[in-house]
């Protein structure tokens, strides 16, 4: 397993190739799978809103399109230019964790830094999940 500076530190980069240029607010994402690869991802908006794509689901999509399913945990930052913020996953996101992570298990690391962060189990931030 990677440090959680190291997987926090490739969320920072990820976060550097958002485009947000609607809302200002780029977001990074690293992805670790259970053998230690990281994937990242980053958002992604559009000036018609609902095509958007929140850095979750792009660590997780581009995951997936290469055949992974079995991730560990998932590091979170986010912030307008110039700031830095824990960015909790939205409702959407958090559905997408739970079709492909074991809630009990899966770690959701919201970070402002390397050094001030805070862990969550999926299943904490999402209770009620939907699942078949």
């Known amino acids: 397993m990677r440090e959680t500076a190291e997987l926090i530190e490739r969320a920072i980069e990820a976060r550097e190739r958002a485009y947000a240029p609607y809302s200002g607010f780029m977001v990074g994402a690293a992805l670790e799978c259970s053998d230690g690869e990281v994937y990242t991802g980053c958002n992604i908006e559009n000036a018609a809103y609902s095509p958007s794509n929140c850095a979750e689901r792009t660590a997780i999509f581009k995951a997936v399109s290469e055949g992974r ?22 409702g959407m996101c958090l559905q997408v964790m739970a079709e492909f992570c074991r809630a009990d298990e899966f770690e959701v690391i919201l970070a402002r830094s390397t050094e001030e962060y805070e862990v969550k189990k999926l299943a904490e931030l999402l209770p009620f999940r939907f699942s078949l």
């Open 69 to 90: 399913k079995d991730f560990r945990r998932i590091a979170l930052v986010g912030g307008k230019k110039g700031e830095m913020v824990a960015p909790a996953p939205c």
